[in-house]
């Protein structure tokens, strides 16, 4: 079920894996890595493109060169804005402010910090950390972006640091979830990305699918995380690979969308103390659709 939180809708996070709600997939187009972690030093940071045929466009495309986070297509928090916000649906530790968010060397940088900062909610948060979003300014505002259907990319490194819960991912326009689009999450690992679809059943209780892909030394470098979303499909990529597809429809959005970026702090479980702070990279983003 999905009800608005204090300062805005609640996300549900894919915790709880044993839930009579989750259905595990598994990686469908290529074995998993045997042994320890595969090392990063191999991977490009090139785009692979759409992997699907057709006459694709692309719609957006950030390289985040120079200094200064593009605001025509980025705003730095979700769409229940106030002054900073948070995700009260997950109980993460961080409030997000636009001061952890950076560009510098042809990198966008997200920087999570234990520091106490006091939200607008007049909670005291021990984290403040950075996001993007192609949602709106406040709850009463216009989206800056939003999707149906397409083929989403991003290079990104994840931060090496426990307890941090990084994820590119892309919530309704309506700024309600389900459905929702997991593009990529690290959950309690940075060895195992996870890729989730999540939708309402016709009685109304929300179900999700999940599929995994690792051990991978995700940390030591940038990786590929790619979604095709298509009216009869979902496809999953990490480095250009298939590693998810979902084909029954009933799972598949068909509403515009809004793309997040985000370092959420303390999801399942807090930092150690010894960290006291983790930066999230992304080298691009970019975005592909075809013609409607």
């Given at each position: 079920m999905t009800v608005r939180g204090t300062r805005g809708p609640l996300r549900r996070a894919a915790l709880t894996l044993a839930s009579a709600l989750l259905v595990t997939a598994t990686a469908t187009a290529c074995a998993e890595p045997a042994g320890g972690p595969a090392a990063a030093e191999a991977v490009t940071t090139s785009s692979t493109g759409p992997p699907a045929p057709g006459t694709w466009r692309l719609v957006l495309d950030d390289g985040f060169d120079g200094t200064e986070l593009d605001g025509r297509t980025w705003t730095t928090c979700y769409d229940w804005n106030?002054?900073?916000?948070?995700?009260?649906g997950n109980d993460e530790l961080q409030w997000y402010l636009p001061e952890q968010v950076a560009v510098r060397d042809g990198e966008l940088v997200l920087t999570a910090e234990?520091?106490?900062?006091?939200?607008s909610d007049d909670k005291n948060y021990p984290w403040t950390s950075g996001m993007i979003s192609t949602g709106r300014d406040h709850w009463d505002g216009d989206p800056r972006r939003t999707f149906t259907y397409g083929y989403f990319e991003a290079a990104i490194r994840i931060p090496a640091e426990e307890g941090m819960f990084p994820a590119f991912w892309m919530m309704p326009a309506s700024r309600y979830t389900p459905p929702e689009l997991d593009i990529m999450e690290f959950l309690a690992t940075t060895e195992?990305?996870?890729m989730y679809v999540h939708w309402n059943e016709p009685d109304g209780e929300e179900a999700r699918q999940r599929g995994t892909y690792g051990p991978v030394d995700f940390p030591a470098g940038y990786h590929v995380f790619g979604l095709l979303w298509e009216p009869d499909a979902l496809v999953?990529?990490?480095d250009g690979v298939e590693r998810l597809r979902v084909t029954d429809t009933?799972?598949?959005p068909d509403v515009p969308m809004e793309v997040l970026l985000n370092l959420a702090v303390g999801v399942p479980h807090p930092p150690p103390e010894?960290?006291?702070?983790?930066?999230?990279?992304?080298?691009?983003v970019r975005v592909w659709q075809q013609p409607s």
């Open positions: 106030d002054d900073g916000c948070t995700n009260s234990r520091r106490e900062t006091r939200g195992r990305v996870s999953w990529y990490v009933e799972r598949i010894t960290v006291d702070t983790a930066r999230m990279s992304v080298d691009w």
